[in-house]
T-cell receptor, first 114, second 112 residues
């Protein structure tokens, strides 16, 4: 079955530590996205990528970094510069610019600072 | 700023009734509105999309409307079932893609 796989499901970060969240898709989608979800708030866009080796900042990119070396993969690194990283992180993909057909989401990674 | 607003209060209804969820948008003229279902601890699942030139869209027990005058979309689930209990997210996107705005969602509880 085609879909998006995020790992790990749960992640714990110590102060000052960088952590990387994995996102892999086998849908042959060109565009991939990272969203952050906090209680009582809508999903907020962190980064998105339209094609391999290209990505753009979203609304809350500070403290995060991404790469897109392969079409299938779009990992997100939460750096020590992100002061409030505890949240639910969602990776998504779409065939092209998302609106016309909706997004396919992964099952999420819950990151907690300890 | 552009905003998508959904009722933050949970909606409780009896099995078999029609559930109606509201999505209002401000300072925005979206080309598409999307609706997703999200279960606890899971990613959203795409349900329906409606374009600005469409008044209504149906899929099985689901119906979505788009009123550009009221700046509002309504999401209906007819003959609701306990399995429909979830959070439903509304999302709006302009032409060109890539910058979709999501609402915070409305929690639906369907009681047997």
């Amino acid at each position: 079955d085609g879909g998006i796989t995020q790992s790990p499901k749960y992640l714990f970060r110590k102060e000052g530590q960088n952590v990387t969240l994995s996102c892999e898709q086998n849908l042959n989608h060109d565009a991939m996205y990272w969203y952050r979800q906090d209680p009582g708030q809508g999903l907020r866009l962190i980064y998105y990528s339209q094609i391999v080796n290209d990505f753009q900042k979203g609304d809350i990119a500070e403290g995060y970094s991404v790469s897109r070396e392969k079409k299938e993969s779009f990992p997100l690194t939460v750096t020590s510069a992100q002061k409030n990283p505890t949240a639910f992180y969602l990776c998504a993909s779409s065939p092209a610019g998302g609106g016309s057909g909706g997004y396919t989401f992964g099952s999420g990674t819950r990151l907690t600072v300890v | 700023s552009q905003k998508i607003e959904q009722n933050s209060e949970a909606l409780n209804i009896q099995e078999g009734k029609t559930a109606t969820l509201t999505c209002n948008y401000t300072n925005y003229s979206p080309a598409y509105l999307q609706w997703y279902r999200q279960d606890p601890g899971r990613g959203p699942v795409f349900l329906l999309l409606i374009r600005e030139n469409e008044k209504e869209k149906r899929k099985e027990r689901l119906k979505v409307t788009f009123d550009t005058t009221l700046k509002q979309s309504l999401f209906h689930i007819t003959a609701s079932q306990p399995a429909d209990s979830a959070t439903y997210l509304c999302a709006a996107e302009g032409t060109g893609g890539f910058k979709t705005i999501f609402g915070a969602g409305t929690r639906l509880f369907v009681k047997a």
